[in-house]
């Protein structure tokens, strides 16, 4: 066995128990921490496959920013550990025979028999004058051109069901309506003009009171 498949059987180990600790843990922050050690290590698993671009690609979006907001928010937010712990406890049968289906199906359809390095020619050696960024940027708009369009139309109808459900009509928020300003004129509508007693005179009165009683 050489070093190069060493380091896939050592990268591939850390991300299969890194991926396990994500759902396992109780405490989301440290789901959250987990989730970035699982992303480190497929960016490392996808340099070894000589896919430099999409190992750099997750490291730079989903590490440095997506998984950063959402350590951010996790850590924000007012969550509370004894709920999550008396569901996680209630809904485990559930939860574990749910994961032992959806284990058989990927055995049963990414087998070693249907799904296997053997099933492949072993790949001509590429030159180091190769951007693997082109060919990946050829084979996505040429050979998988719909399946990328349907995928983004996915994402399209998701943000807009997000955006959908999030939207709510709140009355008591208080924001600017540029519309009426543009409709707003110069006189009453802009300025009103309120005349108060002057502190001298207020004083005066109070005094003038004062003689009074």
Known sequence: M??????????????????????????????????????????????????????????????????????FVVMMLDVDI???RAGFIRYLPLGTLVTVVMAIEILLIVGPKNFGLDAFPAPAPLGADVSNTRELGLLL??????????ASVILLVAIVAAIRLTLRQRPDTKYIDPSRQVRVKKGPERIRIVKMVAETEY?????ADQDKE
């Not at 480190?40 to 590490?63: K, Q, R």
């Not at 708009?141 to 349907?150: A, K, Q, R």
Request: proline fraction near 2%.
């Open 203 to 207: 004083a005066t009165l109070s005094a």
């Open 141 to 150: 708009y040429t050979v998988y051109l719909y399946p990328v369009e349907i």
């Open 82 to 84: 004894a709920t999550l």
């Open 2 to 71: 050489g070093f190069e498949k060493f380091l896939f059987y050592v990268f591939s180990l850390i991300t299969l128990w890194a991926a396990g600790m994500v759902i396992t843990r109780r405490n989301p922050v440290h789901a959250v921490l987990f989730l970035v050690l699982a992303f480190v290590t497929s960016a490392a698993l996808w340099v070894l496959l000589e896919a430099e671009f999409l190992g750099i690609v997750l490291i730079l979006v989903y590490v440095g920013a997506v998984m950063v907001l959402f350590l």
